[in-house]
C-alpha cells in the first residue's frame, strides 16, 4: 500500500481559495481610481485574511512583500482556522497604484502549499523570463535579450515580429526595451501587474514571453502558477551589496547567481492558486458592479492534478458585499 505524507494536502482548497480572492476584489474594487492607494491596499489586505482565516488550515505565511511595511496592515505569521499546516502566500493587491487611479491589470492572488513547499525569498529585485509550455527551457536567463526572442519565435514557429514580448513600463527596462526592439519583435508595455504579465505569457494568449525585473515574491507567485497550468520560469536575484545578500542569507539563499527555476520556488506538486481579476487585465476581467451585486473573473488551478479552471462568479448585494 503506497503510504501518504503527513505534509500531503488531501483536501481541495480551490473554492475556498477563490472565495478569498473574490472578497479582496470585491473590496479594492469598490475603492478603484479614488487616489488613495494606502487605504484601498490596506482594507484589501484586511479583506483577505479575514477570508482565509476561515479556511481549515494551519498555514505559514510566505513571502509577503509588506511585511513590516508602516503603515500597511500585516498579515499574521499564520493564517486560518486551524487545520494541516501549510505554506500559504497571498497578495490581496497586486498593481495597487494602479487600483487607486483606476488603471488596468489589478488582480488580487493566493497561494497554498504543502509545508515548507515554497522557498522564502528576499523582498529584492528578480530578472524572469517565463514562458509557455510550447515554448518550454529552450530560454536561458544568461543569454542576451534578443536570443530569447529568437528561440521563442522558433519554438513558436513564429517569425520574430510576430513574437509578443511583455514588459514592465519601467525606467531600469530602457535598454532591455531597446533591444527587444531592435529584433522587431512587438511589445506589450504593462505599468504594473507582472504576475498577470507572466500568467498572459504562460497562457500565449496576450504574450508569448514575459522578461524583466519585477520582485522575487511575485516571481515565487508566478512560479506557483507554472506548478499548476505548465510552462517554463527561470528567475535571478539581484544583490545590489552585502545589505542584500544578508538578506538573502535570512532566507537561506548562499548562492548569489543561483538561477531559480520552478522546483526551486516551488518545491512540492501539492500546490494550488487562485485569482480574482479587480480591473480588466492581461489574464482575468475586472469587477463588474450591477445593479444587484458584481461580477467577478476568477481562476483556479492545482499542481496535483494540473487542473485549471476559469470561472465567472455572480454575487448578489445591496450596497457592498457581506462577509
Do not use: W
Not at 529584433?183 to 501587474?193: H, Q, T, V
Amino acid at each position: 500500500m503506497i503510504q501518504t505524507s503527513n505534509k500531503d494536502m488531501d483536501t481541495n482548497y480551490g473554492m475556498e481559495m477563490v472565495r478569498a480572492t473574490e472578497i479582496a476584489a470585491l473590496t479594492a474594487a469598490r475603492l478603484q481610481g479614488l487616489g488613495n492607494d494606502e487605504e484601498i491596499l490596506n482594507k484589501t489586505r484586511a479583506a483577505i485574511v479575514k477570508t482565509l482565516n476561515r479556511i481549515n488550515i494551519e498555514g505559514t505565511v510566505i513571502n509577503d512583500r509588506f511585511k513590516r511595511r508602516e503603515g500597511i496592515v500585516q498579515l499574521p505569521a499564520t493564517i486560518g482556522g486551524g487545520g494541516p499546516k501549510t505554506d500559504v502566500m497571498a497578495i490581496a493587491l497586486e498593481g495597487y497604484h494602479s487600483a487607486a487611479d483606476g488603471r488596468n491589470n489589478v488582480t488580487s492572488f493566493a497561494v497554498i502549499a504543502q509545508e515548507d513547499a515554497i522557498q522564502s525569498v528576499p523582498n529584492l529585485l528578480m530578472y524572469k523570463l517565463v514562458v509557455g509550455p510550447e515554448v518550454g527551457n529552450v530560454i536561458d536567463i544568461n543569454q542576451p535579450p534578443i536570443v530569447n526572442v529568437k528561440r521563442t519565435a522558433r519554438a513558436l514557429r513564429k517569425y520574430t515580429e510576430n513574437v509578443t514580448v511583455c514588459i514592465l513600463n519601467q525606467a531600469r527596462h530602457h535598454q532591455l526595451i531597446h533591444e527587444v526592439r531592435s529584433c522587431g519583435a512587438r511589445i506589450k508595455l504593462i505599468e504594473e501587474g507582472e504576475i498577470s504579465g507572466c500568467l498572459a505569457a504562460i497562457s500565449g494568449k496576450k504574450a508569448d514571453i514575459y522578461m524583466g525585473y519585477g520582485y522575487a515574491p511575485e516571481g515565487t507567485m508566478a512560479a506557483a502558477a507554472i506548478s499548476c497550468m505548465g510552462g517554463y520560469f527561470e528567475g535571478k536575484i539581484f544583490y545590489e551589496n552585502d545589505r542584500d545578500k544578508s538578506m538573502g542569507k535570512e532566507h537561506g539563499i548562499t548562492d548569489f547567481e543561483k538561477i531559480f527555476r520552478v522546483q526551486d520556488l516551488i518545491r512540492s506538486k501539492e500546490v494550488a492558486i487562485a485569482a480574482t481579476g479587480i480591473t480588466d487585465g492581461e489574464f482575468l476581467e475586472g469587477v463588474r458592479f450591477t445593479s444587484n451585486g458584481a461580477i467577478t473573473s476568477s481562476f483556479i488551478a492545482r499542481g496535483k492534478t494540473h487542473t485549471y479552471r476559469k470561472l465567472e462568479t455572480r454575487h448578489f448585494f445591496d450596497y457592498k458585499p457581506v462577509f
